[in-house]
């Protein structure tokens, strides 16, 4: 089964400084000898994945994401490199040919509902001893951007796009997220919580961001005339809570080996 969820490929290319800065600073606690095959767990347009291949200069990367658009800009993005492959699989189904050394995966796992199911599958794409290393929104995240959401959703304008609405997130604590790794058969686990925030320009520049990073599910169910203005309710809630147009993180991190 494909991920249903939709990205506009172009804008995240664009938008995603925040995620690309922190892919950057999670590869730093890779130790790799640079000959792994690696998977890249929602490689999104592959800005990541580069930095991923960079650390693995006789590797080579399955990069995988549940979204057609972005899919297709990671295959531009690698056209004519023969160490990275590119596929749209769900990660809730993943397979692969053979097992791998390395699975590394950043701003993803929180848009997958089943993290039992999730760590199943990845620990049975890994290799004996075989590592991930990933980061994803935990517990808290985006606190004060998801309280505005559901103010503006209950808004007269917009009230009856949303009816039947589930959340489309998953923002998992760190304890339960270790249980849940250990249960699917990893060991030194190591999980944890951090603050980050990401600063815009304006409001224009934040309303932009989070229609396309934050709001996805959202836009699906609007009418073309009515997401921006939806965005732009949830931005002006954001900047008047936080005095400013930011967006308060909190990272997951996870460190784990495949037991044998």
Known sequence: MILAREWNAGEY???SAPQTRWGAVVLERLDARGD?????????????????????????????????AMVEAARRRFAGEPRVRVE?????????????????STATFHWIKDHER???????????????????????????ATEATKETMEEERFRQYFAGWEDDKNYADAETTARRLEAAGFEEVKTWLHDETAAFGSVDELTRFIGTVVLGGHMERLPEGEREPFAAAVAGKIV?????????????????????
């Not at 749209?88 to 590394?104: A, K, S, Y």
């Open 13 to 15: 290319e664009e938008l």
């Open 36 to 68: 792994e095959a690696a998977i890249d767990a929602g490689c999104g347009t592959g800005r990541v994945t580069e930095l991923l291949l960079a650390k693995l200069p006789e590797g080579s990367v399955l990069a995988v994401d549940g979204s057609e």
């Open 88 to 104: 749209r699989q769900d990660l809730l189904e993943l397979r692969v040919e053979e097992p791998v050394d390395l699975i590394f």
């Open 118 to 144: 999730l760590f199943e599958r990845l620990a049975r794409a890994l290799k004996p001893h075989g590592r991930l290393v990933a980061q994803c929104g935990g517990e808290g995240n985006i606190a004060r």
């Open 240 to 260: 008047a809570a936080e005095d400013a147009p930011a967006l308060r993180y909190v990272r997951l991190n996870i460190m784990a080996r495949r037991s044998a």
